[in-house]
Nanobody, 120 residues
């Protein structure tokens, strides 16, 4: 059973950098053809895919966030990390990490989500 767990600060000030880590257990982030994703849901809105890092370390980002977003990984810890720079109030959301096979959207495992609030 694969499990994903997000961790990071729940409160970030505007203009600062948000950093979240997803720790994966029960499966390796280097397993062939799996993509590891960050997805968020602002209050009252739908899910927004932010980006992903593949089993081989390639990264992809949604265009609207590509200038502020970076995803990296630590294979020794089986973790991948999201950094979102220059946050604004609009970045307040529940942030999820999730796994998908290939580049589709049928995510099979999700973290429980972590609330991040941007506020001064």
């Amino acid at each position: 059973q694969v499990q994903l767990q997000e961790s990071g600060p729940g409160l970030v000030k505007p203009s600062q950098t948000l950093s979240l880590t997803c720790t994966v257990s029960g499966g390796s982030i280097t397993t062939y053809l799996y993509y590891w994703n960050w997805i968020r849901q602002p209050p009252g809105k739908g899910l927004e895919w932010m980006g992903s890092i593949t089993y081989s370390g390639n990264t992809y980002y949604t265009p609207s966030l590509s200038g502020r977003t970076s995803i990296s990984r630590d294979t020794s810890k089986n973790q991948f990390t999201l950094q979102l720079n220059s946050v604004t109030l609009e970045d307040t959301a529940v942030y999820y990490c999730a796994r998908v096979y290939g580049s589709g959207t049928n995510y099979d495992y999700w973290g429980q989500g972590t609330q991040v609030t941007v506020s001064s």
